[in-house]
């Protein structure tokens, strides 16, 4: 090792060593990452309190002078075989600068060493196959792969993701700052789709239009003037608030929209009276909805609540990795999050996860359509700019369907 390291343990009570398991863990997440997506803020933020709560967390430090310049976060478990604890190394990193100066074999030569002092029966760690240079390290250093029996083959190494934002995706929106909720304005498909619709309807009495996921009810208001009788229905308190607001008390409101608060990716289909609806509209809910069940439980709720022969017009999200490469680290960089191709998480400029956004192949969506029993579905894709993101292109699928 080159003069001037030393490895230390990781007070983190000490906001320098604080500092530098954030800095350098950030450093290496950013190297391990797919195409170099960094670490959530709120990931950094929380990173040294978790570390500091875990009973058995153990971080090494490696410095050269002051610049802390490696690290080692490792954990304590337990060989029921053994009956004695074991030492298992979860992240071990090296800035570049820093490399082919034998920090790395020092870390790991010092955790060697804490885990003996402890009795420990092994020290245990993983590595991508493709790392030839960390391998390289840890054969040298008497690791090998694990193979308990070879009739067996080697042992696998097997996670699932239970960060599933799917639980929380109702909360997400419920809480979701009204004022911000992400639109389109600009609808010409719609808007000629109901043009065409409302020369076959009879006017009187009107039609009637769910408007589901409405937010602050700007559509909503629109559809209204165009003739049509519009419940909107949106899961977010606030946002149903504004959009009465705008209204203004019923009794003067004639055929102004109404607006109700509901949930439609619960089990149980949202209360709403005034149907069953000749339309409902759905405009870019589908995709912010949660994971695959609310998804399916979202379109089911329309479907019942439109009357036989009733339409649906849909937009929806399209896979645009093809398109913008930003996507294509996003899919990559969440998916052990998502656990779902094609999936990311939406976060604000600070980093913050505001909700889970999924993009759908066409297939995928004409199939879920299907399977939530609506005929006819027609699919148009779009090559447009992302809603959050003006500046990049995404693609939208613009649907029509009805029930049987
Ligand atoms: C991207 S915004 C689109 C708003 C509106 N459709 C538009 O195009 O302007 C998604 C909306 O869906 C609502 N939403 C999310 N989950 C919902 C759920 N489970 N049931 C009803 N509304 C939901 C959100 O609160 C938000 O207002």
Redesign the pocket.
């Known amino acids: 090792m080159g003069t001037g390291i030393t490895i230390v343990r990781a007070d983190l009570e000490r906001p320098d060593h604080a500092r530098a398991v954030v800095s350098l863990t950030a450093a290496y997440a950013r190297e391990v990452s797919a195409h170099g997506a960094p670490l959530p803020e709120q990931v950094l933020a929380a990173l040294v309190p978790g570390l500091r709560a875990h009973p058995t967390a153990i971080v090494l430090l490696a410095y050269d002078g002051d610049a802390a310049v490696g690290i080692a976060v490792c954990f304590v478990g337990f060989s029921t075989f053994a009956a004695r604890e074991i030492v298992n190394i979860h992240d071990l990193s090296v800035l570049g600068a820093w490399r082919g100066r034998g920090i790395g074999r020092a870390l790991v030569e010092a955790v060697e060493a804490l885990a003996r002092d402890r009795g420990c029966a092994k020290v245990t760690l993983e590595v991508q196959e493709n790392n030839r240079r960390a391998r390289g390290l840890y054969e040298s250093l008497g690791f090998a792969r694990v193979v308990y029996d070879p009739a067996d083959g080697g042992a696998l190494f097997y996670a699932k993701p239970l960060v599933a934002p799917s639980a929380t ?2 909360d997400d ?1 419920r809480r ?1 700052d009204a004022a911000r ?4 304005s600009s609808t010409p498909r719609l808007d000629r789709f109901l043009s065409g619709l409302l020369d076959t309807l009879p006017a009187d009495p009107p039609p009637t239009l769910l408007d ?4 602050t009810g ?2 909503a208001r629109r559809l209204s003037d165009r003739g049509f009788s519009v419940i909107g ?4 308190p606030e ?1 149903v608030r504004a959009a009465r607001a705008e209204v203004g008390p019923a009794e003067h409101h004639g055929r102004s929209p109404r607006f109700v608060e ?4 619960g089990a149980d289909p949202p209360a709403i009276d005034g149907g069953p609806f000749d339309v409902a509209v759905c ?3 589908l995709s ?2 949660g994971d695959a069940r609310q998804r399916a439980r ?1 379109l089911r709720h329309v479907h019942d609540a439109l009357r036989p022969g009733g339409w649906l017009y849909l937009s929806a999200s399209g896979v645009s990795d093809g398109i913008n490469p930003g996507y294509a680290r996003l899919y990559e960089a969440d998916l052990p999050l998502t656990g779902e191709r094609h999936s990311y998480l939406s976060r604000d400029e600070h980093g913050v996860v505001l909700y889970m956004t999924h993009h759908f192949e066409v297939d995928e969506l004409a199939g879920l359509l299907e399977g939530a029993g609506f005929v006819a579905v027609d699919v148009r894709t779009e090559r447009e700019s992302s809603s959050r993101r003006p500046d990049e292109a995404a693609f939208f699928h613009y649907v029509t369907c009805r029930r049987d």
């Open positions: 995706a109702r929106w979701f909720i992400p639109s389109k589901v996921g409405c937010g700007h559509l229905v949106d899961v977010n946002a509901g949930d439609f990716a405009q870019l809910v912010i909805v979202l």
